[in-house]
Each structure stands twice: as structure tokens, then as C-alpha cells.
């Protein structure tokens, strides 16, 4: 029987690359995000590729829509063997331009979304006494990056979440880990939400990242699609993708110089 993976947010970037990367290796597949006809698309290369796929549309903030997706799985395939927990949304903005309605909407998905699909398919990890568990996070959940409080807080909630997750579930069979991607020249942009005090401040933010995203330092989708594949067949607790990993590094061992540098770079507004 093919192994099975769940990858959420699969219609584009990342998680697209992952979902591709894991049906030339074999997997079928069971993806989701919102937009249909995307998810649909991804879906009928992985067909192409031979193998099966389950391609449903979902908000991952929606809790009843995920466990109904675990359970078709389950049902569908009798296994499933890898959750990648990827869909995500990014944020750029002043705390003070942050709205209650922002954070909520960065919570439920960034970190509620990974949480339900865990809390869907843990009994099923338990009773085979195995399962991999990837959550997608980012530098900005290993670094505090100034004016993206909401995202990075969302993030570092998903580093603590899988290392404490990890510990709990590695003598159980089920292995976690967390893939870090830096700067990726993905999609991001698209659904990006960018707040500042007025539109032309916020058009800036918007520039430099994309311009971030583009310079040569990005990485792209597919070098955090090997990283997660390569955590799969070789769990490890935590793997750094791309350009941050120095100073996510410098960031653990000398946080006060880091931090330092990073407040430097709230003159320029964004990082
Ligand atoms: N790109 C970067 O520079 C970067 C850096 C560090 C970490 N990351 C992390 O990498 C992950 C993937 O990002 P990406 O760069 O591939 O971004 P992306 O191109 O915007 O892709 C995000 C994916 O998530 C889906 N999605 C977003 N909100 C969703 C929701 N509520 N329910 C279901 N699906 C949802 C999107 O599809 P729909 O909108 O159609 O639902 C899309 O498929 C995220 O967790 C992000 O935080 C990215």
C-alpha cells in the first residue's frame, strides 16, 4: 500500500511544491485551501503522475471541515501516514495598526489551523503507533522580526508547539518536526496583509518585501519541499531552510546583539 500525506494549503507555493515532490515519491495525497480551481490544477498533476489524490476546498481555521477531511481520508486511503501543516497567511504591520480582527484572523489560521488537523489525525498516529507530524513555520517564529508582531507571534506559538508536541510524541512512534523556511520567492505576496498608518507607508512594506522575496538570498518552494520530504524520511526536531539560518543561529546563542540589529532595521520599516 502507498504511503499517504495530508499537506494543507497545497494550490500554491510551498505547499504545492510539497504535494508534487511527494507524488513523485510515491505518496497519495489528500490537499486542501480555499480556492478551487488552483486546488484542482495541483490535483490533476499529481493524477498525471499516477497517483491518487484527494483534493478538497477548506479554510483550515474551520474546525469541523478539517475533521471531516481527516476522516474522508482515512477512509478513503485506510492510512495516513504524513501531516504537513503548512497553510498560512503572512502579516506586516505596527502593532498599533493591528486590528482585534487582524490577530484573530492570523491566529485561527496560522496557528488554530495546525492545530486542528493535529487534534484530527492524532488518534489515528496513536493506534498505528506511528505518523509524522510537519509544521511549517518560519525565521520569524525563531527571530523576532520588528513590526510583524501578529505573524511572528502566531509563529513562535507553532516552534513551541512542536517541540513541546515532539517530546511528548516521540515515544509513541509519532515523530514532529519543524521546517523553518526563510525568505521564499512563493505566492505569499497574494495573500499577504499589510497595515501602516497610511496607504503610502503600506505600499512601501508591500515593495520591500516583494523585492525580498525576489532577491537572490530567497529560496524557493521546491528547496523547502526537499527539506520537508528529507525531515519525513529523516525526523529530526527542527530544520532551518535558507538564508535566515545564521541568524536564527546568532539569534539563539547572542540574543541581545541580534535583536540589536533587527531593532536597527526598524528604520527602514520592514524586514
Ligand atoms: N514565503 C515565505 O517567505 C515564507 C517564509 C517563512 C515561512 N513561510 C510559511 O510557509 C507556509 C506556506 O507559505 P507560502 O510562502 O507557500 O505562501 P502562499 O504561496 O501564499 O501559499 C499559502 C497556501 O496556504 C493556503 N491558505 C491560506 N490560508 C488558508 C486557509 N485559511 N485555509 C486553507 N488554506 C489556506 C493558500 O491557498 P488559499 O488562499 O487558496 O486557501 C495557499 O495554498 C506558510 O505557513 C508561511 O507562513 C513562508
Known amino acids: 500500500m502507498s504511503p499517504t500525506a495530508f499537506i494543507t494549503g497545497a494550490s500554491q507555493g510551498i505547499g504545492k511544491a510539497t504535494a508534487l515532490l511527494f507524488a513523485k515519491n510515491g505518496y497519495d495525497l489528500i490537499i486542501t485551501a480555499r480556492t478551487k480551481d488552483k486546488l484542482e490544477a495541483v490535483a490533476e498533476e499529481i493524477r498525471s503522475s499516477g497517483r491518487q489524490v484527494i483534493a478538497i476546498t477548506a479554510d483550515t481555521s474551520n474546525r469541523s471541515a478539517i475533521e471531516a477531511l481527516v476522516n474522508l481520508g482515512i477512509e478513503r486511503f485506510s492510512q495516513i501516514d504524513v501531516l504537513v501543516n503548512n497553510a498560512g497567511v503572512c502579516m506586516s504591520a505596527p502593532m498599533a495598526e493591528t486590528t482585534i480582527e487582524d490577530w484573530e484572523r492570523i491566529i485561527d489560521v ?22 509524522n507530524i510537519i509544521n511549517v513555520g518560519s525565521f520569524g517564529g525563531k527571530v523576532p522580526l520588528p ?43 497574494e495573500r499577504a496583509i499589510f497595515r501602516d498608518r497610511d496607504s503610502q507607508e503600506e505600499e512601501n512594506r508591500r515593495k520591500s518585501m516583494q523585492q525580498m522575496l525576489t532577491s537572490p538570498l530567497a529560496s524557493q518552494p ?23 539560518k545564521v541568524p536564527a543561529f546568532l539569534n539563539r546563542l547572542f540574543p541581545g546583539i541580534t535583536q540589536g540589529m533587527m531593532q536597527l532595521t526598524t528604520k527602514s520599516s520592514l524586514v
Request: aromatic fraction near 8%.
Open 222 to 244: 521546491e528547496d523547502v519541499a526537499k527539506a520537508i520530504l528529507d525531515a519525513v524520511k529523516h525526523p529530526q526536531a527542527e530544520v532551518m531552510v535558507g538564508s535566515a
Open 110 to 131: 496560522n496557528l488554530w489551523g495546525y492545530i486542528y488537523t493535529i487534534n484530527a489525525l492524532l488518534p489515528h498516529f496513536i493506534e498505528r503507533k506511528q505518523g
Open 147 to 189: 513590526k510583524m508582531t501578529a505573524y511572528c507571534t502566531s509563529k513562535f506559538a507553532i516552534a513551541g508547539l512542536t517541540e513541546t508536541l515532539r517530546l511528548e510524541l516521540e515515544p509513541q512512534g509519532i515523530h514532529v518536526s519543524g521546517v523553518h523556511p526563510s525568505v521564499t520567492n512563493s505566492d505569499f505576496m
